[in-house]
């Protein structure tokens, strides 16, 4: 019996290890910290540890392990209430060196920062359904919401990108004249000009396809 309870053991032990890496995905997105984020993760993995006797075989681990990271989180946010600070930290890291539409990878951070600015429950449930690639129902039940509710949440999240990157193009499409700027500026605008009429690699076309996941 002691046998058949180490290897039941063992073997939970590392179809968790499987799942750190979406873990860890989902802990960056909800913490926007790196370091919060590996605090965020290993908290999961001692809560889970500790409450191993509660997971049923045969059901979805991933949604088990998201719903406890969730939790976890979402008991930080309301101990600490440092959302602000965070968001204000962020945003200033994010901010924009290049006008608008230059460069591919400048695009891609204004979409980040659209996205890291959703409020967290929708910022959470977009980012099970389009980077983890977890169903709805998956997604709503490691949220422990109805999957109605997690099917507006989504929607209100991608309107709100797609007004937010709408308002963002209006903006770049708008001529900008270039007396007044100094010398570097202006060559670095010719710069991103001559990198956006060369071919676009596969690593750029990656970057589109992360970006559109957000808006389908």
């Given at each position: 019996?002691?046998?058949?309870?180490?290897?039941?053991?063992?073997?939970?032990?590392?179809?968790?290890?499987?799942?750190?890496?979406?873990?860890?995905?989902?802990?960056?997105?909800?913490?926007?910290?790196?370091?919060?984020?590996?605090?965020?993760?290993?908290?999961?993995?001692?809560?889970?540890?500790?409450?191993?006797?509660?997971?049923?075989?045969?059901?979805?681990?991933?949604?088990?392990?998201?719903?406890?990271?969730?939790?976890?989180?979402?008991?930080?946010?309301?101990?600490?209430?440092?959302?602000?600070?965070?968001?204000?930290?962020v945003k200033e890291r994010l901010e924009p060196q290049f006008p608008p539409m230059q460069d591919i990878h400048l695009r891609l951070s204004q979409v980040w920062e659209a996205f890291i600015e959703l409020p967290d429950e929708q910022r959470a449930a977009l980012h099970l359904v389009a980077v983890e690639g977890l169903s709805y129902t998956q997604a709503a039940a490691a949220l422990a919401i109805p999957v109605g509710?997690?099917?507006?949440?989504?929607?209100?999240?991608?309107?709100?990108?797609?007004?937010?990157?709408?308002?963002?193009?209006?903006?770049?499409?708008?001529?900008?004249?270039?007396?007044?700027?100094?010398?570097?500026?202006?060559?670095?605008?010719?710069?991103?000009?001559?990198?956006?009429?060369?071919?676009?690699?596969?690593?750029?076309?990656?970057?589109?396809?992360?970006?559109?996941?957000?808006?389908?």
């Amino acid at each position: 019996m002691m046998h058949t309870r180490d290897q039941v053991g063992r073997r939970f032990r590392l179809n968790v290890l499987g799942e750190l890496p979406s873990l860890r995905r989902y802990a960056r997105t909800l913490a926007r910290s790196e370091i919060d984020a590996e605090d965020l993760v290993h908290d999961a993995l001692v809560r889970a540890y500790e409450r191993r006797a509660s997971f049923h075989i045969g059901h979805n681990l991933r949604v088990w392990l998201m719903s406890i990271l969730h939790n976890i989180f979402v008991d930080r946010v309301r101990a600490r209430r440092a959302e602000v600070r965070r968001l204000a930290r962020v945003k200033e890291r994010l901010e924009p060196q290049f006008p608008p539409m230059q460069d591919i990878h400048l695009r891609l951070s204004q979409v980040w920062e659209a996205f890291i600015e959703l409020p967290d429950e929708q910022r959470a449930a977009l980012h099970l359904v389009a980077v983890e690639g977890l169903s709805y129902t998956q997604a709503a039940a490691a949220l422990a919401i109805p999957v109605g509710t997690l099917m507006s949440r989504i929607a209100r999240a991608r309107a709100t990108l797609r007004a937010r990157i709408d308002s963002d193009l209006e903006v770049s499409t708008t001529a900008q004249p270039t007396h007044g700027l100094s010398e570097a500026r202006v060559e670095s605008m010719h710069a991103c000009e001559r990198r956006d009429r060369s071919p676009v690699s596969p690593t750029m076309l990656g970057l589109r396809r992360k970006r559109s996941r957000y808006l389908r």
